[in-house]
Structures are given as structure tokens and as C-alpha cells.
């Protein structure tokens, strides 16, 4: 077990209790020789060595120091570095006078500065008898040797936590993730009631106790720290008892837990929806990952919830399983997951029914899928090629790119497959949105497109009733042709279903003006007719119904006031 909590009181004379004051976030920047004031109240720092890096200790730190303390004059009363120890605090608790809190805390490991401290800072007009006298000013020749992070992770006082060995990079386990972690528990007066030297656990589930779960999501990869847990992250009120190779913890008993974050393995939904989740096995290179359009080779093993494998590609020696993305070459669930993938990934996905082969049974090379099966695929991503992107295209090339993708929109959109038809039409505006450097006969091509794409797409969001959507479609159309009737027709769809009946007939009958024989936009006029006499049925009998009872309050307030008149006047006791 690793030292406790118990951190050095220091020299009697270091010690003053007074309240500290707020400590500036940011020292002054300097140059060995230079010396600035710290703060406005006196406080003054010279740098004699500079530190390593850029990180400062901050208030809840251990710090360990060498310092040597002298009057103006020259004179000596104290010094760690005679006595062969260094000194240690936590910094900003008040453990030591207040320019040492202020000063410190702009050092640098390594650091070594000279403070000129003012008696309102140091001992003030007590002094510390026999060596310091009233109102002393006093110098600190301090080296920063090193300190520890000890941070309040719950800000309750319930878990602090020590770092003993620093982590790798800057990322942390979330909720999801599966951790592996090292760990040994004792209770106060060091009997050890846990330990365990590699468990895998998932965060949001927890293990031993709840104070685990809480740090980890602090640590980084290989960060080892000193916990010091109270009751209630770790056994409460009830305490437990011994089970197995575990001791038993006292009711409100404190705990320290030594543990280590070994490793984790990242879990993210790449639903909304948390129907297909992906877990990294192993991490991938780079940044990149495909587009919508790559076409990838992967290496997969499918299987059911059973072990049941159905379906083995680009292993034992065989070729590599290669796709398009978002073409429909393999179920929705594998299509979105490897969008999210990196090259070299290998992953675990769970894919539910809805994101598979649905209530449909589907014969695999290796075994039947039966109806409403969630699946898993272990992936890896061996490599792709991702589509051109526009800013890669020449104008007739994106012109022409456009006109594909608003085809496979129409093929989709032929075929009920709305969300995907939508996301083609998407695409295709987006290869030609900036125009600018189109010649004019490019930017007619490309208005046309824009007008056919942007109808098409707000048809897709009609369907998917996504009308708000198909308002600002349809309204994008107008921009370009304030004379589309269908732009017209489809945005008075929209505004009918979000009921601004009055916008929709403004719109519907200027589509009449333009092409009064339309049948479409005629049956329209009749819909939208049918509900505004529906609604100004329900508004009448909303409004008659309110004054119906506000009729009857008002004659029931008029009888109480003609009774109440009707009443013999009340009688003074005295009169009587």
C-alpha cells in the first residue's frame, strides 16, 4: 500500500492558520534575474532558475520544496536545505503563510525564485519570537521540487484522489467504456479488505464500490492514484460483510483504495436510438475515416446471440469482404458503424433486429439468421477508398456528380426508402452549392438541379412528416423560381400539417393563379378547405363553450349579491 493521506504539518514556525486569501490564476511571466510583484499587496517574485513545462501546482496540491528563509538584512532562521529534508504542505489550505500560498503557486517543477514577502503576508506585527521580528519583511529563497495532484473529484469531500504515477494523452473512459483496472483496498488502520490485480468492468455498472466508477472516469490510460473514499462512495451506513477472498468494512467506515487504470476499451452508440453500439477492440490509425460512397475492405465474423457463427469473410486466407458504403450491400447496422471507423480498427458490434434483417429469417453463408435476431459482428477495417469530395471536383465534375446522386435519390425514393433517398438529394446540393466559379451555362445547369434536388427532397420529408423541413425546402425552391407551382403545392402540404392554415391558402391559391387546372393543387384547396371549416367548428365551440360558463359564473354572482341584499342588517350586541 501506498503512503496514506496524512500529509506533513512542516515547522512549527511555517504554520499560520489565518484565512487565505484568493490566489491570482495566472504568475507573472519572467526571466531569470527579472523580478514583477505577484498580485497588488506587496508580494514579490525574482526567478533565479527557470522551471520545466508550463504546469503549476494548484490549491489541494502536496508540494515539496527547499527553501531558505532570511531577513532583509541578510540573516538566517530557517532552512530545509540545512537540514538535509525537504519540506512538503498542501498548497492553499492554510498551512503556511499566506505568501508562500500566493507564491507557490506560480512555479514550475524545477523552479527556483526568490520571494520578498511583506509582513502583512508573513508573520505581521506578532512576528515568531525569538527569530523573526514585529513587521518583518521576509525573503524566501524557494526551489519547487515536485508535487501531487489531489483533487475533490465529487466536490462533496466524499473521494479525493492522489496521483501517484501520471497517465497517458488526455482522454478519459466515459460512461459506456469497459476498463480494465488494478486495485487494493484497506480500511483506516491498514488491513487490506479487497484487491484485485486486473478486473474488467464496465463504467456505468460499477465495481467493489461506488467511489471506483467515479475515478476512473478522471484517470488516463496507466494514471495510478491514492483514493481517499468516505462512507458514502464506498459502504455507507450498512458497511460489508466478508464474502470470499474480500474482507468485511465496518459500518461508516473510510476506506483508501490504491487503484490503476490499466486500460479501457472504448463503447459508443452510433444510433441515437442505442440500437447498434460499437466497442473498440483495437485501436486504429490516423484520423480518417470512410465517407458515405467509400467503398472499404473488412474483415468479418458474424454471429448470434448464441455463438452461432453465419457468416466469415477475409479470414483463414480468404479474400477480404469489400462494400460501398451507403448503397445498401450490407445490413443498416454494419453500413452505419463502419462510417465510424478508423483504418486498422477492429471492433464488436451489437446490432438489434431493427438495424439487421428485421422479422424477416435470412439464409447466410454459414447458417440461417432466424426472424428478429440482434446480431454481432467482430470487424476490422482493413482499408478504403473514400468518394471524391466536391472540393476535389472540377465544376463539370460536381455538375456531374450531382445528377448521379439526384438518380439514385429517384431510385430510392421509387422504392419508400425516403430517409436514404433524402441524404442523396442532400448530397446532390451540396456538390454544387457554391457556384461562383461555374460559367453561366454551368449555373443554369446547376439552379436546375438545385430546383429538382431541393422539390424531391422536401417530397422525402412530406412522407417522413418531417414538415418543417419541407417548408424550408420548398422555400429555397421559391428563392430560385417564385413561380414553382409544386414548390408552392408542397410547402402548403407542410404548412396544413403544422397548422398555418392561412399561410397554406395564400400559397395554394397562388398556385391556381399560375396554373389553375392543376388537379393536385385543386384537391389541396378542398383539403385545406375541410380543415379550416374544422377548425373554426372547434374554435366556435371552444369560444362558445367560454362563454357559456363565464354566463353562468355571471349569473351566479348576480344571485349571490341579490341574496346577500335580501340578509336582515347584523345587530351591534351593544344596542341590544
Known sequence: MEED???????????????????????PTLKVGEEKEIGNQ????KLLQAGEGWDTPDNGDEVEVHYTGTLLDGTQFDSSRDRGTPFKFTLGQGQVIKGWDLGIKTMKKGENALFTIPAELAYGSSGSPPTIPPNATLQFDVELLSWSSIKDICKDGGIFKKILVEGEKWENPKELDEVLVRYEAQLE????????????????????CPALARAVKTMKKGEKVLLSVKPQYGFGEKGKPASGNEGAVPPNANTQITLELVSWKTVTEVTDDKKVIKKILKEGDGYERPNEGAVVKVKLIGKLQDGTVFLKKGHDDNELFEFKTDEDEVIDGLDRAVVTMKKGEVALLTICTEYAFGSSESQQELAVVPPNSTLCYEIELVSFDKEKESWDMSTDEKIEAAGKKKEEGNVLFKARKYAKASKRYEKAVKYIEYDSSFSEEEKKQAKALKVACNLNDAACKLKLKDYKQAEKLCTKVL????RNVKALYRRAQAYIQLADLDLAEFDIKKALEIDPENRDVKLE???LKEKMKEFNKKEAKFYGNMFAKMSKLGSLESNKAEAKEAEPMSVDSSEA
Not at 428563392?479 to 417564385?482: A, D, G, M, P, Q
Request: cysteine-free.
Open 525 to 527: 384547396y378542398k383539403t
Open 479 to 482: 428563392e430560385l423560381e417564385s
Open 42 to 45: 506587496g508580494l514579490k517574485k
Open 189 to 208: 488502520d491498514g488491513s487490506v479488505v479487497a484487491k484485485s490485480d486486473g478486473v474488467e468492468f464496465t463504467v456505468k455498472d460499477g465495481h467493489f
Open 5 to 27: 493521506f496524512e500529509l506533513p504539518s512542516g515547522d512549527e514556525m511555517m504554520m499560520n492558520n489565518d484565512n487565505q486569501l484568493d490566489l491570482p490564476d495566472d504568475g
